[in-house]
């Protein structure tokens, strides 16, 4: 399903664990990393495609996260024409993303990479929430650079453990020069 302009509704997925560290994923059969993301279908809305995709995914039920803000409005990229399948060519410009920022609230050994047939991703890790712009495929940096810098703010919006209530939420790591600025004129 595309919108009038060409772009594909879709959910990406950001998923930080109490230490603010996010969930990054290595595509399978690929040295290429991403947070999960995927298709928004008929009739769903995205926070139901966000549930699923994260089931699908990462194997996490709605149990295991908890919401903790989302962009407000769509973020869009374009894909290059030599990656758009032949059949898609002239009307497929690219997605348009809702991002979400979810706390972990299950444990790691709930993450489950083979919770489908159709798996995304044969590895995982925790990564700083600054994550290098430039481990990101070019066409997708600046909606990634977006997407962190709007969302980082609901890291911080409340003490998760008796310790930060205590003594107050650790911040994250200063935001790195390359996302105070748009990328490549984006």
């Known amino acids: 399903m595309l919108d009038r302009d060409g772009y594909r509704p879709n959910v990406a997925i950001v998923i930080a664990n109490g230490r603010n560290q996010v969930f990054w994923g290595k595509r399978i ?8 993301q995927g298709g928004i279908n008929t009739g769903e809305t995205p926070e139901a495609a966000m549930y699923r995709e994260l089931r699908e995914e990462v194997g996490l039920l709605p149990q295991h996260v908890r919401v903790l803000g989302r962009t407000r409005d769509w973020l869009r990229y374009d894909v290059p024409q030599h990656w758009i399948k032949r059949e898609w060519r ?14 972990l609230t299950g444990r790691d050994t709930d993450v489950s990479l083979r919770a489908t047939d159709h798996p995304e991703f044969d590895a995982w890790r925790w990564h700083d929430y600054w994550i290098p712009l430039e481990n990101v495929i070019e066409f997708k940096r600046e909606v990634y650079r977006r997407a962190l810098v709007e969302l980082e703010r609901f890291l911080h919006a409340r003490p998760q453990t008796r310790r930060e209530r205590l003594f107050g939420v650790q911040p994250t790591a200063e935001m790195p020069p390359g996302y105070a600025e748009p990328v490549d004129g984006g």
Request: charge should be positive.
């Open 29 to 36: 059969r690929e040295h290429s990393w991403q947070f999960p």
């Open 90 to 103: 002239g009307s497929y410009r690219g997605q348009k993303q809702i991002w979400y920022l979810l706390r």
